[in-house]
């Protein structure tokens, strides 16, 4: 669980230097975002082994093709609600 991905302006290397920063750079990652979802999916876009799923998108099949999941506090909370 991380607080945030670090993108403050959507772009590709913002993403790419977070996964760097947790050696995730060649595992197929799905990052699950809170609010700050379509920033974060616009920003992963051109990286092909990460999925940015939002608390609405979730699913079992993104989840398994996943060799990790990053999930956001805020993103863990909405995740919470829906299944509650």
């Given amino acids: 669980m991380v607080e945030g991905f670090g993108v403050q302006e959507g772009r ?3 993403v790419a230097a977070f996964l760097r920063k947790l050696d995730l750079e060649d595992q197929r990652v ?7 979802g379509p920033l974060v999916g616009r920003a992963a876009r051109n990286l092909p082994r990460v999925a940015v799923l939002t ?14 999941i990053v999930v956001s506090r ?11």
């Fill in 55 to 68: 608390p609405n998108t979730l699913n079992v099949a993104d989840l398994l093709w996943a060799d990790r």
């Fill in 12 to 14: 590709t290397r913002e």
């Fill in 30 to 36: 799905v990052l699950l975002a809170g609010s700050e």
């Fill in 74 to 84: 805020d993103a863990l909370g909405a995740v919470e609600e829906v299944l509650a």
